[in-house]
């Protein structure tokens, strides 16, 4: 049985375009490494520009073993330069009984 996640990441100031593109690599190469399952990811936008991406890792073996992984490690390097990642009970949305985001993909 797979593990859904939520993970919210709110752009360094210029990085905006930068966080989008890492967004749209990240599920593909988790599942290049066997690290997510095929469920649809999405990706959708807060008001204050923070990017909340739900998928699927595969187990939280495959939780673990993304660690080590060095193409995992390579992106969320990258990860680390455009954005800082934030909880959601951060987002004024998860305050709202129905919270709200502008679809990305």
Same mark, same amino acid.
Not at 22 to 48: F, N, Q, S, W
């Given at each position: *049985?797979?593990?859904?996640? @939520?993970?919210?990441?709110?752009? $360094?100031?210029? $990085? !905006?375009? %930068? =966080?989008?593109?890492?967004? /749209?690599?990240? &599920?593909? @190469?988790? /599942?290049? %490494?066997?690290?997510?399952?095929? /469920?649809?990811?999405?990706? *959708? ?5 923070? &990017?909340?991406? &739900? +998928?699927?890792?595969?187990? !939280? %073996? ?11 490690? $390579? =992106? ?7 954005? !800082?990642? &934030?909880?959601?009970?951060? =987002?004024? %949305?998860? $305050? !709202? *009984? +129905? ?7």
């Amino acid at each position: *049985m797979g593990k859904f996640v @939520i993970a919210c990441y709110h752009p $360094k100031p210029g $990085k !905006d375009e %930068e =966080l989008l593109a890492l967004t /749209r690599e990240h &599920v593909p @190469i988790l /599942r290049d %490494e066997g690290l997510a399952t095929e /469920r649809p990811a999405y990706a *959708m936008r807060a008001k204050d520009g923070t &990017v909340v991406e &739900v +998928f699927e890792w595969k187990s !939280d %073996e495959a939780i673990e073993s993304a660690h080590t992984n060095p193409e995992v490690i $390579k =992106l969320w390097e990258r990860y680390a330069a455009a954005c !800082d990642y &934030v909880s959601l009970s951060s =987002l004024a %949305e998860a $305050k !709202d *009984m +129905f919270a709200g985001f502008e679809p990305i993909f």
